[in-house]
């Protein structure tokens, strides 16, 4: 490690005197014109992974001091944004893609056991769960025929010819929904990272209905809306980590999830409690509505893609 850090301190050392974007004259590490960041050659992979093993065991930096705020301090990762104090933080849109890159690949791997355990018939599923959700129960009810219809009614004889043909489409994957459940959970789990991405811009659009009277814009609530996902994700995966211990806080992630929201709303856009309290109940119930109907319409496009 020591001489990795040395390594890289002699390479800065060999720093151009202007910058290699613009050519203007460097008076520090970053270019006072155009940004890029300076006084140092191109990195190598050992120089990269010096950087990387240094911010984890800096317990002063920047990801450790974001993830603290994250997890024990609500809205305040948005309160610093909006007050202008960015710099001590990761920036909003790399933390949530981080964090739902891990997520989603938990989730992915969850759904990939179910497929391999449906194909060797050689173990249970009691252990297999994705999003809180027991696959065995739903992979049980999957080959089920009295809960797998036996055809989906999208159109009829006065629809648009498009939505007969997926009607169509549909009606003909279910058989294959009941051959191989498997298949059509993957199908869903590869897909969610962009429905619940396409989401996000929806959140911070009824974030800014609740508070249209307020001197808060779009970009703003859109930065709330990225990290009260990243907490709710990370919040996940604490609980995914915690099973493989065989400790249950399903309950008190339930509750983490209720009490997160007000107290954010709080902290960030200065509500009173009674407002907080209030918005977050609308965003509970219109958000959930939303979350439904995307997913219902994820259904749909996993089952028409069998």
Same mark, same amino acid.
């Given at each position: 490690m020591l001489r990795i850090l040395s390594h890289r301190k002699a390479r800065m050392s060999e720093a151009p005197s202007y910058c290699r974007n613009c050519h203007e004259k460097l008076g520090g590490e970053y270019c006072p014109r155009c940004g890029q960041r300076e006084g140092r050659a191109d990195m190598r992979f050992l120089d990269l992974a010096g950087e990387l093993t240094g911010d984890l065991l800096d317990f002063d930096s920047r990801l450790w001091r974001t993830l603290a705020y994250l997890l024990f301090r609500p809205g305040k990762l948005t309160a610093e944004f909006i007050a202008g104090r960015r710099a001590r933080y990761l920036p909003p849109l790399r933390l949530y893609l981080v964090i739902s890159f891990?997520?989603?690949?938990? =989730? &992915?791997?969850?759904?990939?056991?179910?497929? &391999?355990?449906? #194909?060797?018939? #050689? #173990? #249970?599923? !009691?252990? &297999?769960?994705?999003?809180? @959700? %027991?696959?065995?129960? !739903? !992979?049980?009810?999957? +080959?089920? /025929?009295?809960?797998? *219809? %036996? &055809?989906?009614?999208?159109? %009829?004889?006065? !629809? *648009?010819q498009w939505l007969q043909d997926v009607d169509q489409r549909l009606e003909g994957n279910v058989d294959k929904l009941r051959a191989d459940p498997g298949e059509f959970f993957e199908?869903?789990? +590869?897909?969610? /990272?962009? =429905?619940?991405? @396409?989401?996000? /811009?929806?959140f911070a659009l009824l974030l800014r209905l609740v508070y249209l009277l307020q001197p808060f814009h779009y970009l703003q609530h859109l930065v709330f809306s990225l990290h009260y996902h990243a907490f709710v994700y990370l919040l996940f995966l604490l609980a995914q980590l915690l099973e493989l211990f065989t400790v249950n806080i399903d309950g008190l992630l339930s509750l983490g999830l209720l009490v997160y929201l007000p107290l954010a709303l709080h902290r960030c856009y200065g509500s009173s409690w009674r407002g907080s309290l209030g918005k977050s109940l609308f965003l509970y119930v219109s958000y959930g509505a939303v979350l439904l109907l995307s997913f219902l319409a994820l259904v749909i496009l996993a089952l028409a893609l069998l």
């Open positions: 891990i997520m989603f690949l938990v =989730m &992915s791997l969850g759904a990939n056991r179910i497929v &391999s355990v449906q #194909e060797d018939g #050689e #173990e #249970e599923l !009691s252990d &297999s769960v994705v999003a809180g @959700v %027991d696959l065995e129960a !739903s !992979s049980d009810e999957a +080959n089920d /025929p009295n809960v797998v *219809p %036996d &055809s989906i009614d999208l159109a %009829d004889a006065d !629809s *648009p199908n869903l789990v +590869n897909y969610l /990272p962009q =429905m619940m991405f @396409v989401l996000l /811009p929806a």
